[in-house]
């Protein structure tokens, strides 16, 4: 960005918002508040809204509630006091058809006095109301101007008024002028570079057009489309920087398929036809259709780069260790990830006995353990000894050398985050990559965050699941859920009990923890085994806990959120939550996933303090609504915003300025396919009619992510 001022002959859209008439030092301070800086983040900050001033009335057609303008002759103009304090500006407006009665009640005296002059025209805009004493209508606070010749120049009135997110300190109108002085003088250096077919095919205007009319529409657009973002010049935007976006991602994915060589394996070996005759169900066919995709891309020569999403309780270990046995089945190591190390050592107990009975070596590779032991099972891996490891992502940060790593499956990825994902294929292996995430990321969110990966849907779940009924319990009704807790404990089922922890305030979130446990013991449940778990006990202390529940030894778990995800024991039945607004909607969906395992009806108990915030009473009630996590999804979306989704404002989350993931979910689809289309067609970029974009492509995404390293 070079902070060469704006000399007439010489601008560039990087030009510093500073030096535009109009700004200065003072209020580029203001713009640098809503995150503006140069003329192109200008010209990319678009109206959220617009005022129809378009329509200029006579005096007589006015009615009260609707915005409108009309051009009058000041007949009268005072300042009135009313009290000791308080003044009124007050006038009296005509036209050749009646009379309308204009108010100010904040005003700089000297400058209306000046303005608001008896026999001056002037045209308002504003909206009619009934004056008080019952007469006729009045107008509070109407915008003004000076009715000139070339009113067809005027900003604020006459015509369809843009509306932008300002800042203190910085009046709407300011910036409207700023805009306006921005927009007319760098239009002509904004340059086209979508293909010509694209936008004959959707009949876009140009890129110029398209900032010049989001900006300041004609008067004959439509506020209707424009407030719904829907008019030709916003869609055009949208789509354009989905489409950026979209063609990194895909043209990321192409060169990987080029450039990246990974082992192609034989499918549907020994090993995963005596696995099947061992596993007690049969598997839905969902799981069949995803295997079989999974299948296709293992046998291909390039490496797999697949997310699978699968709601809570859909299935997705089997299908994970398929996967793994089909890499052991090649003569590879075969990894499997998960986010927490509890959620690894559940995996790591669940695949042992197939593994046991397969005759297939595997260890678990967490951060516990001694020295020694780790060392022995990190001997073993670089010997390729072992044949399947499971671990948390430690494994990828702390070095551990395969022998011949095949394939990756990371669980729950939603944890992970993107800057992970992109570590895996730092060691400079090409292994097969599956990626498997329960927290229903929605479809919009998974094709940006995601769009370089295949994605593969486990959109069905395994027979006989039963419903779970989840209720909102408040302070004073807190007994009443521990009553229906118990009721389901006295029928021989089993219960988590789950307390908030973050890290911020772990010590008196543990406390809080104990005293639920305690008070259980003591108290509610006397008679029956309550025990805790969290994450600061030894590994085997939580194994032998885990083991002992899922036994039925232990009748209560009372549980920090490590068992938050991929936990399963059949028997348990209801999902105590307290604090539920401190936890976040995924969250929420994730351990409500934890019960209605099992051949028994579940129940899910939210119990929450009565001062809720707005978004908070939104979150726990979509939870009771809904138990379709992609619906859920949607919902945190909509409150937490796209930044904020994946839990850190690192996630990988591009900036989107004009775009929005909600609402703009058939922009977002057509503008993917659109970008696969074209490197399809043009896998380089080379053509003479993509060079523009290629360029345009590398000048976006260079700084903005890691995304671009490729091109
Ligand atoms: P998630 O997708 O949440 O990881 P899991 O893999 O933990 O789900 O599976 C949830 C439960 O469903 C487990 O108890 C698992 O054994 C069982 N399950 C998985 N597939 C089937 C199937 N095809 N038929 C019956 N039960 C199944
Ligand atoms: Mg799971």
Redesign the pocket.
Known sequence: MGGKPTLAKNLSLDDPLQFIKGVGPKRADLLKKINLETVSDALFYLPFRYDDRSQVKKIIKLVPGEIVSFVGEVVDAAVIRVGRRRKIFEALVQDDSGFVRVKWFQFNETYMTEKIKVGRKLIFSGKPTHDKRGGGLEVIHPDTEIRSDENSGSLEIGRIVPIYHSTEGLHLKSLRTIMKNVVDNYKNLIQEFLPEKIIRRYKFPTRSEAIQRAHFPPNDASTKFLDKFQDPSQARLIFEEFFLLQLALAFKKRHVEINEHGQPFKTRGETIRKFLKLLK????NA?KRVLGEIMGYLEKKEPMNLLLQ?D???????VALIALLTGVDNGCQAVLMAPTELLAEQHFLSIRPFCKALNITTELVTSSGTAKEKSLIRNCIEHGTTQIIVGTHALIQKKVEFFNLGLIVVDEQHRFGVLQREAIGKKGLTPHVLIMT?TPIPRSLALTLYGDMNVSFLDEF??GRMPIETKLFYENTRDAAYHLLEKEIKEGRQAYVVCPLIEESESIDLKAAIDVSDELKSRRLPNFKIQLIHGKLKKEERQTIMAEFKNGGIDVLVATTVIEV?I?V?NATVMLIEHAERFGLAQLHQLR?RVG?GKHASKCFLITSHALTDDGKARLNAIVKSRDGFAIAEEDLRIRGPGDFTGTRQSGMPLLRAGNLLRDIKLLELSRREAIDLIEQDPQLEAPEHVKLKDILHHTFVNQTNLMKVI
């Open positions: 169900f049969d598997l839905t799981q699968g809570v309780g859909s299935g997705k270990t089997v329960a395994p027979p991929g399963d059949p996933g395992r």
